[in-house]
Nanobody, 117 residues
Framework: VQLQASGGGLVQAGGCMRL?????????????MGWFRQAPGKEREFVAR????????YYEESVKGRFTISRDNAKRRVDLQMNSLKPEDTAVYYC???????????WGQGTQVTVFQ
């Protein structure tokens, strides 16, 4: 199983960025796909998740209304659209996959997002 995250970079505060996570190696039906982030000196935190089947979503409070997680079943890809970015969104972002109701088993390599004023 492989999760390949991409799309990070440098963006000014107030700007937007789209992250993508390409999944390969197995079927992810009945799985949950998530995005996490880890800022320097901080623990990794949950950002958003989506069920592969059905598409139900859930967001961490600080990103609600700004970030949107979506999936493309045909392309086996999960995206995170990030709008109105803030410097505190600066972190390495990771995509992950796990069975619904269980722990995240598979992790991507992370992509750096840096938001500057």
């Amino acid at each position: 199983v492989q999760l390949q995250a991409s799309g990070g970079g440098l963006v000014q505060a107030g700007g937007c960025m789209r992250l993508s996570c390409a999944a390969s190696g197995r079927s992810f039906s009945n799985y949950v796909m998530g995005w996490f982030r880890q800022a320097p000196g901080k623990e990794r935190e949950f950002v958003a998740r989506i069920r592969w089947n059905g598409g139900r979503t859930y967001y961490e409070e600080s990103v609600k209304g700004r970030f949107t997680i979506s999936r493309d079943n045909a392309k086996r890809r999960v995206d995170l659209q990030m709008n109105s970015l803030k410097p505190e969104d600066t972190a390495v972002y990771y995509c992950a996959a796990g069975p619904y109701g269980g722990k995240y088993e598979f992790w991507g390599q992370g992509t750096q997002v840096t938001v500057f004023q």
